[in-house]
């Protein structure tokens, strides 16, 4: 009788059994941040209150709020999510809201290690989503919980987009994401506006300057024509947005009033005119420097779109300010790991 001898596993290397161990506490550091901070707000020690747009409607049904109104679409979100569910189960609202809140907060993170992970900085996601899990966190202490939908719908929207260039997600899936980023960013007008300006800046892009994803022109277009249809119905919405604002505060100047604009209340003439002279000077490079970004490394040119989009909407809001954070955290960490990973080889 032959006798078989089984092969031996190929023995890893001490540095390659440092790496596993390494990215295996990574992803079990995530873990504990993550259903940490779940269920601390299952236990109602981490509560979020849903703000008064919502509850002024008195729990109406979405179908008796006119469509024409800026807060229907939020209302029928927050309807369908939260308040028949708080009803069905006989749980209070506002716990049910915090619960969604924290899953949401901490999707947005997963979606941004991702984000840093298609674009090669880092191999896995572990210490990256650790990294941004306590980021989230941390950020809670500081911020109502209608922020959380803003950073997963935009987060989302990215993600997807990204997914989509790197060939991960199918074109069924990126619609859906798109539809349901743009929905959970309707909590907030300018981030609204923010979401759609990105997306269709992207979309321009994907036709003029992404030919380093290895898509074919066919595959941008496609693209560019999903990105473009399914925000199609935002237009109106925009319209809807900017008109309610704006008979609220009066004008669209004292809109600034509202975000980052009021620093021009502040700031005397002189260096108000200089900032603008100077502001205008740099317009032209910054959008040539985007450009260049989105022919080379089309994946961060996404997130500097959404960067740009939130800074320059933030005048009039500052959640609309806030909407681009998720990606500038992406950016940020990356531009320190691409850093200190230079700076090891040059040492």
Known sequence: MKVVSKPYARRLSPQQ?????????????????????????????????????????????PTNVS??????????????????????????????FSIQVAIMLMATAYFQASLLKMQGTVRGRGWALTAFSVAMVTLSLFMNGRLAYVFFGHSLSLWACAAWGVGVLGLPSLLGALLL???????????????????????????????????????????????VLSLLPALPLVVIYYRKNVEFYGS????????????????????????????GALAPPVVLGIQAVLSTRPLRGLAYLSILCSVLLGFF???????????????????????????????
Request: glycine share 10%.
């Open 17 to 61: 059994s440092a790496a596993l161990l390494l990215g295996n506490l990574g992803w079990l550091m995530a873990v504990s941040v993550v259903v940490s901070f779940i269920l601390l707000a299952y236990l109602g020690q981490v509560q979020f209150s849903i703000w008064g747009q919502i509850t002024a409607l008195g729990g109406a049904d």
């Open 67 to 96: 469509p024409t109104t800026a807060h229907f679409l939020r209302y029928a979100l927050l309807f369908v999510t939260v308040i028949v569910p708080s009803r069905y189960l006989g749980t209070q609202e506002d716990w049910l």
């Open 181 to 227: 980023g743009a929905v959970c960013c309707s909590v907030s007008s300018g981030s609204f506006c923010v979401n759609v300006g990105t997306l269709w800046l992207w979309a321009i892009g994907a036709l003029l300057w992404l030919k380093p994803l290895a898509m074919s022109r066919r595959k941008r277009r496609q693209l560019s024509l999903t990105i």
């Open 252 to 279: 669209l100047f004292n809109m600034l009033n509202h975000g980052a604009g009021m620093l021009f209340a502040i700031i005397p003439p002189a260096l108000l005119f200089l900032i603008l002279v100077v502001g």
């Open 317 to 347: 809001g500052f959640s609309t300010l806030m909407t681009g954070l998720p990606a500038l955290m992406v950016v940020s960490l990356q531009q320190a790991l691409e850093t200190y990973g230079r700076s090891k080889k040059l040492a």
